[in-house]
């Protein structure tokens, strides 16, 4: 198996200006982001940033930089221009990292690479459990559900698989086990991303505001299973950022 991991660096963020350079236990994160996708088994790791800043930064600790455009609206589209940049061959297998995510574990990344090369499906992704009752009902916790054969059925901002009898009778509890928040680590054909690009935009995916649901509702599979180590929450916010310092200068 081999693939590529890119890892999308858009300096522009509303709560966290400046995101990839904000320091974490003295690097800036989009590094520690790097330095955990090159634990994995990529053939090759890719930063992929629309700022000079960030740009000159990476330079010092990687030649695998590319500027690329600053009207992207998504980061499939900054995708599909590194796929282009770099002539990549259409079965070229892709590992998308958020740069806002300086704990993701390298097995992860490894593991979506696997689930998407053992199978005929142009995307994977990854679950975790959902443990906190308080997140099945949080619109930013996004829900999936799943089929038999590890296909994503359904992602949700809503409370989903909904449990008739315990939600209709409202009990204190609800059980949890069937309860899945999507992980937002894709694996990519890299010829389905221009394809994906050139999907009409579904009403669906403009409902729930998921990007993935235009996959679903144009007829594609996106594979999904549980991620194999824990996944913490991305770098969002000021307390986000504190938070991730504190774990990783040990104490959390």
Do not use: W
Request: proline share 5%.
């Amino acid at each position: 198996m081999e693939f590529v991991v890119v890892i999308p660096a858009r300096y522009a963020s509303t709560r966290l200006p400046g995101k990839p350079l904000a320091d974490i236990c003295g690097k800036p994160m989009i590094q520690r982001v790097y330095e955990q996708a090159c634990k994995s088994k990529a053939a090759a790791v890719y930063i992929a940033t629309d700022h000079q800043a960030v740009f000159e930064s990476a330079k010092n600790y990687t030649d695998n930089v590319l500027m690329t455009r600053e009207d992207h609206q998504s980061g499939t589209e900054r995708l599909s221009e590194v796929v282009e940049k770099l002539s990549l061959d259409k079965d070229t297998i892709i590992v998308n990292v958020q740069g806002d995510e300086p704990l993701l574990e390298a097995e992860n990344i490894d593991q979506v690479a696997e689930l998407l090369f053992n199978s005929t499906a142009p995307m994977a992704t990854l679950s975790v459990d959902i443990a906190d009752e308080e997140e099945v009902y949080n619109p930013n916790a996004v829900k999936v559900v799943q089929d038999v054969n590890n296909n994503a059925l359904y992602f949700s901002r809503a409370s989903i698989p909904f449990q008739r009898d315990s939600m209709l009778a409202k009990k204190e509890a609800i059980p949890l086990q069937h309860f899945q928040r999507h992980v937002g680590i894709y694996a990519y054909r890299a010829g389905f991303i221009s394809e994906y690009l050139n999907f009409a935009v579904s009403p669906l995916e403009v409902q729930e505001s998921l990007e993935q649901l235009r996959v679903l509702y144009h007829g594609y599979q996106i594979k999904i299973t549980k991620a194999c180590k824990p996944v913490y929450a991305g770098v969002d916010t000021p307390e986000d950022l504190a938070r991730v310092n504190n774990i990783l200068s040990g104490n959390a």
